[in-house]
Every structure is written in structure tokens, then in C-alpha cells.
């Protein structure tokens, strides 16, 4: 759902009694652009505002220091948003890694699965690399792992969702996975259902072979 940037905190409020009553959790927000210095604050008072724990960003290097200076003023978590080849500045979460490290540990990655595999990265091993520092994830599949407009449903592509997964309980990762369904959009649903229910597939077939191994 969309929340414009431009409404008053009591606007946000509102909005966000009326999420929470028709029973949806706010997780997070974004992707968020910081394009200077002058607009940092006020992104974080809107996510304040509409109850997001977290928020997905894409920004400049430069701009890290004072946007972690008001993650811990507003107790906000913030992910930097790998945006593939096309992003000058984080194309794949190895880009961004190394500047989190440095900074306050409500600072870490969104990993966007299908723009990390364009960039050549091994996802699993980038999403292993990051550990602690993983704090949301952008999940979507790609027939050709090359190609941005090779979006399918999950399951249907060549990313290796199960492996992900796998991973994601080897470390105990305690964060969300969020499907980003950017095809159909006259008719996302029956796409994003099944999305979803290949992704529980895969999600049941690792309990299930867990519970194989230790029996």
C-alpha cells in the first residue's frame, strides 16, 4: 500500500489505525530515496509516524552519518537496498556491506534476491556474508538471471529460492521475506498466490527434511 510522503502526522496516524484494524502487520517501508542532506529527518518522522520498524532506502555513501544518526534517534532499523547493474552506488549487497559494518547496528541490507543474481553475486553467499547486518529481503524470481524484464512467478525462474531459504534458517535470520511482484499489473493476484504458495512449498520441504534428519 502507498502512504504519501506529504501526509500530516495525524493523517499517518489514521492510516495506520485503519492498517492495523483490518488486521496487516506494518513491517517496514520503502524503497526511500535520500537525495541530500535537508530531507533526512522528515522520512524518519514519516515512518515513525506510520509505525514502520524499518525502512528500505537507496541513498549516497555520504549520506550514511546522518541517517544513522537519526535511525538511533527514532529507534528506526535501515536497510540499504541493492538496485542491481543500473545503481551507481549499491548494486549488489557486497557494495553496501562494508559501510554497515562501521555503523550502528540498526544499520544492515535489504537484499533484493533478483537485482543481487544480475549483478553475477552468488545470493546465497552474499545473504550468508551479511549475517547479523541482513535485515529485510526483497524476494522475486527471474527466468534469465541476467535480465530485469525476465520477472515470473516464484518458482517459475532460475533463482534458487529453496537454497535461500535454507540459508536463511541456517543463520537464523529473524527478519521478514517480502515478495516484490512488479509483473501483472492489471492482475497481480493469482501470480502473487502462487508466489506465495511455492515459497511455503519450499519453506515446508526443508521443516520436513529437517525433522528427516533428526529422527
Same mark, same amino acid.
Given at each position: 500500500m502507498h502512504l504519501p510522503f506529504e501526509l500530516s502526522p !495525524?493523517? $499517518? +496516524?489514521a492510516a495506520r489505525r485503519d492498517i492495523e484494524a483490518a488486521g496487516i502487520v506494518i513491517v517496514g517501508g520503502g524503497v526511500i530515496t535520500f537525495e541530500d542532506d535537508t530531507g533526512v529527518e522528515k522520512y524518519f518522522a514519516y515512518a515513525k509516524a506510520a509505525g514502520?520498524?524499518?525502512? +528500505?532506502?537507496h541513498t549516497d555513501p555520504k549520506l550514511l552519518p546522518r541517517i544513522e544518526r537519526f535511525a538511533k534517534q527514532y529507534d528506526i532499523k535501515v536497510a540499504i537496498h541493492n538496485h542491481g547493474p543500473e545503481d551507481k552506488h549499491f548494486p549488489s549487497p557486497y557494495d553496501a556491506l562494508p559501510y554497515v =559494518? =562501521? $555503523? !550502528? +547496528?540498526r544499520?544492515? $541490507?535489504?537484499? !533484493? &534476491?533478483?537485482?543481487? &543474481?544480475?549483478t553475477g553475486t552468488d545470493v546465497v553467499r552474499a545473504i550468508a556474508d551479511a549475517g547479523p547486518r541482513l535485515l529485510d529481503m526483497h524476494m522475486k524470481d527471474l527466468r534469465d538471471l541476467t535480465a530485469k524484464g525476465s520477472q515470473c512467478i516464484v518458482g517459475e525462474g532460475a533463482i534458487p529460492i529453496a537454497d535461500i531459504f535454507r540459508q536463511l534458517g541456517t543463520m537464523g535470520y529473524r527478519g521478514y521475506v517480502n515478495l516484490e511482484y512488479e509483473i501483472d499489473a492489471d492482475a497481480p493476484l493469482p501470480g502473487m498466490k502462487q508466489s506465495f504458495a511455492y515459497m511455503r512449498g519450499a519453506l515446508a520441504g526443508l521443516a520436513a527434511d529437517g525433522r528427516g534428519r533428526h529422527s
Open positions: !495525524d493523517q $499517518l +496516524a514502520m520498524p524499518l525502512i +528500505a532506502i =559494518k =562501521k $555503523l !550502528d +547496528a544499520i544492515g $541490507l535489504c537484499i !533484493d &534476491v533478483g537485482h543481487t &543474481v544480475r
